[in-house]
């Protein structure tokens, strides 16, 4: 069985700031990992992505995660963060094609970022 | 990047009337998703289709309907709507049987009453 836990469900933090948000996840196969972004009234929108390879992964507007297999961990991180960042963000899980299970993502309860001036 | 829309965007509903919750994408896309999103939970998957006239149930199915009538358009239906219904709902959209990148449409928000 598949799962995601992000620990954190609201994470407060100035602007300019660093960040991190923490993502656990738990897979029997391979896992791929996604880091989503919601902003308010919106739907989701990927952020990054991580399937193989270099464990750290860029995404936009200047979000990196980094991947560790031993500590079964994605967390997000930004060197600075806006304003305009706070939003919900989800760690999501696939287990992909090999487990049979059609692509079926596996969502974490999202973590409420709030960047105060 | 993949177009998804879904109309309406917000919806009242009385308890046992009928809901359809329609979804539509414009990038040819073979899988198409219907999850919902209440707090604490992230978003589940309610059925899913890889193709023009398939559906199938996803972790939390009961009583949701689905139709995926055309590449383009899939369905959600709630034929008997009760207030345990009211989330948020989201379609989405992606290219690959295996792993690939899911496009969201902006959701839609359904309150039973």
């Known amino acids: 069985a598949q799962s995601v836990t992000q620990p954190d469900a609201r994470v407060t933090v100035s602007e300019g700031a660093s960040l991190q948000l923490r993502c656990k996840y738990s897979?029997?196969?391979?896992?791929?990992l996604f880091w989503y972004v919601q902003y308010p009234r919106q739907g989701l929108q990927l952020l990054l992505k991580?399937?193989?390879?270099?464990?750290v992964v860029q995404g936009v507007n200047g979000f990196e995660a980094e991947f560790s297999k031993s500590n079964s961990s994605f967390h997000l991180r930004k060197a600075s963060v806006h304003w305009s960042d706070s939003a919900v963000y989800f760690c999501?899980?696939?287990?992909?094609?090999?487990?049979?299970?059609?692509?079926?993502?596996?969502f974490g309860a999202g973590t409420r970022l709030a960047v105060c001036p | 990047e993949a177009a998804v829309t879904q109309s309406p965007r917000n919806k009242v509903a009385v308890t046992g009337g009928k809901v359809t919750l329609s979804c539509n994408q414009t990038?040819?896309?073979?899988?198409m998703y219907w999850y919902r999103q209440d707090t604490g939970h992230g978003l589940r998957l309610i059925h899913y289709?890889?193709?023009?006239?398939?559906?199938e149930k996803g972790d939390i199915p009961d009583g949701y309907k689905a139709s995926r009538p055309s590449q383009e358009n899939f369905s959600l239906i709630l034929e008997l709507a009760t207030p345990s219904q009211t989330s948020v709902y989201f379609c989405?959209?992606?290219?690959?049987?295996?792993?690939?990148?899911?496009?969201f449409g902006p959701g839609t928000r359904l309150l039973v009453l």
């Open positions: 999501v899980l696939s287990a992909g094609l090999l487990s049979g299970s059609f692509n079926k993502l596996t």
């Open positions: 990038n040819n896309h073979n899988n």
């Open positions: 989405a959209s992606g290219d690959n049987w295996g792993v690939d990148t899911q496009y």
């Open positions: 991580y399937y193989s390879g270099d464990p």
């Open positions: 897979s029997s196969g391979t896992p791929y």
């Open positions: 289709s890889y193709g023009a006239g398939s559906t």
